[in-house]
């Protein structure tokens, strides 16, 4: 059997090379727009935060980190996804006829 | 029961952030992808609040009011200028949160063998990008020197610096007991954070940036290491691989290595610029009227902007003449370097502010062919990147650099302020050819008469 340790090896070097396929497949166009939603998707870091924050019998310690790590994460969540979204909606095209399109 | 339905909402939310960055490939669907993220990060909140060790909420539910009040703001009030700023100030934002979530596991359960050493890397690699996203916070927003700060031994030092800072790391993997070392520990990521920007200078951001991208992402993954999180590791690696992928390609742009980047102390000027340049060449200037009467009679006009038109506010004015050009039939497409701007992607998203459309941004491998076809190509506010002597000039400090061929068009024009020397303090020999014309002003004010000249050229037509 394997051990935790081995199975997540298996899976971060997975996502790495899966990552790199993708990443290298977005338009330059866009790279500005890719950093601000992977920032807000390295808020994920909110899970952990929030495993030691609502942990029964959990320190004094551990809740204020806890309590500044869900904040912290929380405001990337929020503040990524929205900026990517305000960045991305100002991405247009002109159609022939003069008209323009909204990337959506 | 619920613990096993929060591992298939955990899958689930990995899928929809391979997706969300799988659709960012394109405009046209990467509104889709924003909204694959939204709901992936949901589901991984949601399924986490369910589990069975989470029995206390108020505290979280405090903190998600505060992030959410502080989050839109920082969304919405950002002038796309300062996107850059708030990256690294995310970056820093996500690189504490893994850091603190590795303290506050330490003092919790003090653990052992691998799990330990994920904690090591989750919390050194989490300081360190914190404080060294928060000084490129400071160059950035300028309230620090942008220009790179060096002394005697710089590189020895912050090696050194870094190598206690592994010591004590290895030590505490050893043996995880010794308590009073851990504090000591934050100390020395801290401080290698901070002396790790110092010597960098504006130059060298999108790079920086870039990098601590990664960094803030493999923290995350080392904190699903620690916790044993598939869902962190899988979302640390995607955004540790897009950061690298980032930086790679801002590296290539520059025609540098990473460990130049690092220790390189790039951004120096370049004092030793000079000698041969000491001979009399002569520049033609012209006015925005002839210069508009140049573009009037052009069919095909390329524009190569650099982060001098965001300085000068000239973005918007820049999409008039645009907007002049092309109901006049000129054909008109931009220019973009990789490094124009101050982050990977920057200029696009200037541009596309003042809504000149995308299917007009073409990237410098695209256009470069295109050059010898143009009839003008105009520069506004770039230098570097257009610099001939970065193909030919051996000795030059940007030899090899891929740069934009605007030398190669028919006739050159060039927006500048005055003769001095740019950013890097690099004598550009575009200046002096027989087909350039300097047009001398604040880039929003030339563009301004430009646009103005045009109307007038129209009218007399």
Redesign the interface.
Known sequence: MLTDLEVGLYIFMLATFLGLEIIRRVSPLLHTPLMSLTNAISAIAVVGSILVTGAAHASTLSRTLGFIAVTASMTNAVSGYLITDRMLKMFKTRKPGGDRKGAA | MTDTAVQYIYILSAAL??F???W?????T?????FA??A??LL??VG??M?H?????K??A???V???V???P???L?P?TA?PQ??AL??A??A???A??G???Y??ATPHG?VMVALVFETLLGFLTFTGSMMAFGKLQEILPTRPITYRNQNVINLSILGLAVAAGVWLIVQPEQAWLFPIFIALSLVFGVLLIVPIGGADMPTV??LL?SY??LS??A????????????????????????SI?MCRAMNRSFTNVLFGAFGQVQTKAGGAAEEQRTVHSASAEEAAQILDAARSVIIAPGYGLAVAQAQHKLRELYDTLTRRGVDVKFA?H?VA?R????M??LL??A?I?????F?MDDINSEFPQADVALVIGANDVTNPAARSDKSSPIYGMPILDVDKARTVMVIKRSMSPGFAGIDNPLYYLDKTLMLFGDAKAFLTDLVKELAEVAKAA
């Open positions: 952030f391979v969300s960055l799988k960012m490939r394109s405009p046209a990467a509104r889709r992808g924003v993220g939204e992936g990060m991984a909140i986490t609040l589990r060790e989470v029995v206390d909420y505290l979280i405090a903190a998600f505060i992030g959410t502080a989050g839109i920082l969304a919405y950002m796309m996107v708030r990256t995310s970056h934002f996500g504490l949160a893994a603190l979530v303290t506050a596991e003092y919790r691998a940036i870039a991208n803030a992402g995350a993954a904190m699903g290491f620690a916790l044993g999180n598939r869902l962190l590791i899988i979302a640390g690696a995607l955004d540790g691989s897009s950061g690298l992928i980032l390609v973009i990789p701007g982050m990977p992607g920057h696009n998203v596309a502010e809504d459309p995308y299917d007009r941004l990237e």
